[in-house]
T-cell receptor, first 113, second 115 residues
Framework: AQSVSQHNHHVILSEAASLELGCNYSYGGTVNLFWYVQYPGQHLQLLLKYFSGDPLVKGIKGFEAEFIKSKFSFNLRKPSVQWSDTAEYFCAVTSDSSYKLIFGSGTRLLVRP | GAVVSQHPSRVICKSGTSVKIECRSLDFQATTMFWYRQFPKQSLMLMATSNEGSKATYEQGVEKDKFLINHASLTLSTLTVTSAHPEDSSFYIC???????????FGPGTRLLVL
């Protein structure tokens, strides 16, 4: 069965620090990859997605993610975080064998001012 | 971007009663809607998938007679928690997908508390 792993459950950074959140998936076929963000008290919002083409995907709010097929990874990055980036981040995947969106366990990011 | 709404945002009910939660896609036609449950500090768990005009497909372990799903139109799906019990208390989230876009857009969620 497909699965998504987010190894960092909690991350604490100071403002202006660089961010990289790990995401690995287990499936050998074609995948669609997503990062969603859930700000405190708000609903899940799509940050960015990868379907095909350039493996470096740019999303909203300065976030980007890189699809590395050989590593089954889709890590999320931001060069300089802000206090307002405090949220929970979820990596998710669908595939050519399943339309279902499989979520990782999430990473809680706290950015200290 | 696509907007999905849910109503109500919070509901408190007595054990044994039924609760209906609505999910609407406001600016697109949702051929498929999904219902998730999120426990505190955990990820989303898919409960069921519904396509407009057909029966919902439930995930393993989800009781279809307890969690009734109706997707009567391309903009509305409802989840009815029947004979609710305290263990049904949770955060229920819907998402919608449609218009040829293979991306799910999520509603704000409904927090259910069963006393």
């Amino acid at each position: 069965a497909q699965s998504v792993s987010q190894h960092n459950h909690h991350v604490i950074l100071s403002e202006a620090a660089s961010l990289e959140l790990g995401c690995n998936y287990s499936y050998g076929g074609t995948v669609n990859l997503f990062w969603y963000v859930q700000y405190p008290g708000q609903h899940l919002q799509l940050l960015l997605k990868y379907f095909s083409g350039d493996p470096l995907v740019k999303g909203i709010k300065g976030f980007e993610a890189e699809f590395i097929k050989s590593k089954f990874s889709f890590n999320l990055r931001k060069p300089s975080v802000q206090w307002s980036d405090t949220a929970e981040y979820f990596c998710a995947v669908t595939s050519d064998s399943s339309y279902k969106l499989i979520f990782g366990s999430g990473t809680r990011l706290l950015v200290r001012p | 971007g696509a907007v999905v709404s849910q109503h109500p945002s919070r509901v408190i009910c007595k054990s044994g009663t039924s609760v209906k939660i609505e999910c609407r896609s406001l600016d697109f036609q949702a051929t498929t809607m999904f219902w998730y449950r999120q426990f505190p500090k955990q990820s989303l768990m898919l409960m069921a998938t519904s396509n407009e005009g057909s029966k919902a497909t439930y995930e393993q372990g989800v009781e279809k007679d307890k969690f009734l799903i109706n997707h009567a139109s391309l903009t509305l799906s409802t989840l009815t928690v029947t004979s609710a019990h305290p263990e049904d208390s949770s955060f229920y989230i819907c998402s919608a997908e449609g218009g040829g876009i293979e991306t799910q857009y999520f509603g704000p969620g409904t927090r259910l508390l069963v006393l």
